[in-house]
Every structure is written in structure tokens, then in C-alpha cells.
């Protein structure tokens, strides 16, 4: 599947006024998310939007108090698409309110969610490279967005995002690359906490791997996550649980050194095994293949390359549900899984190669964002 035309969204100035940019460039995305969300929620979670809407309001008060600016730049979304507020809310909580309906039950009856993603670090070479694709429902080839924002205060970034979203995956002017898988968990109950997205979003203000660190270890957290936060010439991987810090596994990733996550945890944590279940493998269950491929090609790569990371994320093996993950026809449309967006980032050289759609069949496109990260746009 081809995607639809790049959207590329430049935002700039204060919370407010930034989400309206956003959301005015957007709408006709922001609303085709909405639409499809309704769906999705309906189906995984059993919730009709108005309930969607009332839990996600049940996580203003966690979200006020970690950064309010992140309410105002909701709201300025919702008035430059359009929209009401608690729309723009219910879709930065996604994770939270389908994890904490359907998920459990999906874990219990031995049912799937659609696929996720896979992500990478690669440190052998004499710069990083890192990137991810990302998979999930085949509607979202038409709500992709590039945002690139200048804030007030703080580094430029930029994020691969779905319409309405505040992040996902992407890079800043500090050299600081966020990369993130799901993950769930018998603990995902969709307490409040901050939501997930959210998260990512804060990872990409910071402005070094132990400010990331620092933040992540602040807060307490809705869901389960993977984050890969990469920067200084290191990398640390945090595979958290709904919780504090004590509810999150580091490893690090030094010089010489790669690392692939998919969505199940791998590290090796006694306290998470007694303390919880991890679902990923029941409700994704390619996680367990994508994982151990992308590590077997890893191995087979003469040196880390651009190249050679896309033809890791560009693989067949095991089709449909391979590491470039394709709709499977025989699936209900919305547990289909299809790979969205697919990146490979060379930090160092603040340049994000970018494929909107299959990786095996559509052209990457280079993002050099030295210019604008040095304030020169």
C-alpha cells in the first residue's frame, strides 16, 4: 500500500498557537483519525466515543500537573481543525483507553491487537544509526504527519506523528533521538497517569540521554512502553510498566555495541516476571519473529549502514506479518496490521530518512534538518 502526499507541518511560538498551526494544516487528517478512532475504540475497547472522551478527561488533572502547556496546545489543535477539546484528548490517550478496555480481554481469550513496531540503535559504526518502522491499522497511511516545531523555550524537533498526536517517534536540535515500541502488560489497567504519547512527547523537549532518563523516573505512568533514547555517542533502552521508577528496566547501549526492540520485554528483570505478565507475545504475537530477525540480518550487515538498516526493515520473512508488516486480506480491517512509517536516522548528521508507507516499495525521502535544528529557518 502507497501512502497519500506528505504532510509536512511547521509550528512555531507558544503552546496555544502552535496546536492551532497544527490542527489548521491537519483538519482533513485530524478528522479522518477521529472517524477511525470511533471505530477502533468501539471494537477493541467496547466504548462508544462519549465514553472514550469522559475517561480521557479523567487524566486532565495528571497531565495539568506535569505541564499544562500540554492542554493548551490540545486546545489550540481543537480550534484550528475544528473539533471539540476532549476529541483532540481522547486521541494522545489511544494507548491508554484501548490497553485498558480490550486489551485484558484480548490477553485472556487469546485474541490480537493489530501490529506494532520495531526499533533499532546501531552503535559499531564511527556514528550512530537508529530508526524504527511502525505498524498499525492501514487507515493511518492517510493521517501521517511530519511536525517540526519551533518552541518558545527549548530544542526544535521533530515527529512522525498521527494527526492530532503531540509525538511519536523523532529527533532534536540536542541530538536527542526518541524511538518507541508498545508493550502491554497485566498491569495496564488505564489508571490515570501520564499517557503514553504524552511521554514521548517529553522525551523529545530533553536535551541529553540522563535528562530523558531524569524525566522518565519523575513521573508515574499509565501504560506499558518500550522508549530508545538515543544521544551523546550512547543509548539507553527503557522498557517501563505502569508505575514509578522502580517499574522501569534500563539497559544500556555503549560504543560497539546494537540493540533491536520489538513488543514484549526481553531484559532479563526478576522484579517485573514476579510481578507482572507480559501480554505482548499473546496479543502480538509476530513480536517474538520480528525481534529475532532483524537481530539475524543485524549480524549478517558488513557494517552499519543506511542501506542496510532499510533492507532490515524493508524484510518479507514470514509474510504478511513481517518486519515490513502488510494487511493480511483474511482479517477483519481493523485488526489488519500494515507498516505506516518507516525511518532510519543518522543523528549526528541531523538527517531522518523517511519512508511514508512500505518501506520495499516506497522511496525514502531525506529530511536534513541542520538548518532548521541550528535555528536558521
Known amino acids: 500500500m502507497s501512502t497519500t502526499t506528505p504532510l509536512v507541518v511547521r509550528a512555531s511560538g507558544g503552546a496555544r498557537g502552535r496546536g492551532r498551526q497544527y490542527g489548521a494544516a491537519a483538519a482533513d487528517r485530524i478528522q479522518l483519525s477521529l472517524e477511525s478512532y470511533e471505530r477502533v475504540y468501539a471494537r477493541f475497547a467496547d466504548m462508544p466515543w462519549e465514553a472514550a472522551t469522559a475517561l480521557a478527561e479523567t487524566f486532565v488533572p495528571v497531565v495539568e500537573r506535569f505541564d499544562a502547556d500540554y492542554l493548551e496546545e490540545m486546545q489550540g489543535i481543537a480550534e484550528g481543525a475544528g473539533v471539540a477539546f476532549t476529541d483532540i484528548l481522547a486521541l494522545n490517550l489511544r494507548t491508554e483507553i484501548l490497553f485498558s478496555g480490550k486489551a485484558r480481554k484480548l490477553a485472556a481469550d487469546g485474541g490480537r491487537t493489530p501490529a506494532e513496531c520495531t526499533s533499532f540503535c546501531d552503535l559499531r559504526g564511527p556514528e550512530p544509526i537508529v530508526g524504527q518502522n511502525w505498524d498499525w491499522i492501514p487507515f493511518s497511511h492517510g493521517t501521517v504527519v511530519v511536525l517540526e516545531t519551533e518552541p518558545t523555550n527549548g530544542p526544535r524537533w521533530v515527529s512522525v506523528v498521527e494527526a492530532g498526536l503531540l509525538a511519536k517517534f523523532g ?14 502488560t497485566s498491569l495496564d489497567v488505564g489508571a490515570p497517569g501520564m499517557p503514553y504519547h504524552l511521554l514521548l512527547r517529553a522525551l523529545l523537549e530533553t536535551e541529553s540521554v540522563d535528562a ?5 523516573m519523575s513521573v508515574d505512568r499509565s501504560s506499558s512502553a518500550n522508549y530508545l533514547i538515543v544521544g551523546d555517542g550512547r543509548a539507553v533502552d527503557a522498557e517501563t510498566r505502569p508505575g514509578s521508577a522502580s517499574d522501569i528496566s534500563w539497559r544500556a547501549v ?16 526478576s522484579a517485573f516476571a514476579s510481578s507482572a ?10 513480536t517474538l519473529f520480528r525481534r529475532e530477525r532483524a537481530i539475524a540480518m543485524a549480524e549478517l550487515m558488513p557494517r552499519p549502514s543506511v542501506a542496510g538498516w532499510h533492507e532490515v526493515l524493508s524484510d518479507h520473512e514470514n509474510y504478511p506479518d513481517a518486519l515490513c508488516c502488510h494487511p493480511n486480506p483474511e482479517e477483519h480491517e481493523l485488526e489488519q496490521g500494515s507498516t505506516v512509517a518507516s525511518a532510519v536516522i543518522e543523528p549526528q548528521r541531523r538527517t531522518m530518512h523517511l519512508v511514508l508507507g512500505h518501506p520495499c516499495a516506497v522511496p525514502r525521502v531525506s529530511y536534513d534538518y541542520t538548518e532548521f535544528f541550528a535555528g536558521k529557518s
Not at 529527533?171 to 502491554?184: D, E, I, Q, R
Not at 530523558?212 to 522518565?216: F, G
Request: net charge negative; proline share 7%; glycine share 12%.
Open 171 to 184: 529527533m532534536n536540535s540536542a541530538g536527542l533521538t526518541v524511538l518507541t515500541n508498545a508493550l502491554v
Open 212 to 216: 530523558a532518563e531524569d524525566m522518565l
Open 254 to 269: 555503549g560504543p560497539g555495541g546494537y540493540l533491536v526492540h520489538a513488543n514484549h520485554f526481553d531484559s532479563d528483570d
Open 277 to 286: 505478565t507480559d501480554h505482548g507475545p499473546k496479543v502480538m504475537p509476530d
